[in-house]
């Protein structure tokens, strides 16, 4: 009686299993304020590809890295949902240029920190939004001029932008 009473059991549960494509995402957004009084190239490179901002002084600028899958999504009668999530988008490098100073700083994921990289960390708040189906990470880099001291020389910028400074 006991082992029928069980089946039974198991299949009204499993009948009241609820199954609906969802699309599954993860993004991760890059927002730059440029605080400084200098014009400044911000670049990104993820493991989906890679982006640059120019910002004039004052100048606020978003990018955004999106990874999505569609997938089955199974709700149980207890409420619980199961389904994978999507991974955060990896970022592995980050680069701020000062065009006016010609000047360079290169933050690479998975080295160890030096003090310049941790003044750019500091520089950098993160938050998570979004809900457990749409995830959002967003990066505010907040660029002032103390942040660009930690630059160094590059006259490779001049051939890398020339026509910034063709224009100067």
Known sequence: M???FCTLLILLF????????KIVSSETVFEV??????????AVKTEIGNDTLYLKPQDIKKMSF????????????????LFDLVEFVKS????????????????????????????????RHESLEGDVFNRVVRVVIEVTDS??????????????????????
């Open 2 to 4: 006991n082992r029928i």
């Open 14 to 21: 499993s009948a009241c299993v609820h199954e609906q494509e």
């Open 33 to 42: 304020e440029n605080y400084s009084a200098k014009d400044i190239i911000y």
């Open 66 to 81: 999106r990874k999505e899958k569609k997938q089955v999504v199974e709700t149980y009668p207890a409420g619980e949902t």
């Open 92 to 123: 592995y490098e980050q680069m701020i240029c000062s065009l006016t100073d010609t000047a360079r700083y290169i933050r690479i994921s998975g080295l160890g920190a030096s003090e310049q990289d941790t003044i750019f960390d500091a520089s």
């Open 147 to 168: 942040l660009l001291t930690i630059a160094e020389k590059d006259y490779i910028m001049l051939k890398e932008f020339k026509e910034y400074y063709a224009n100067e």
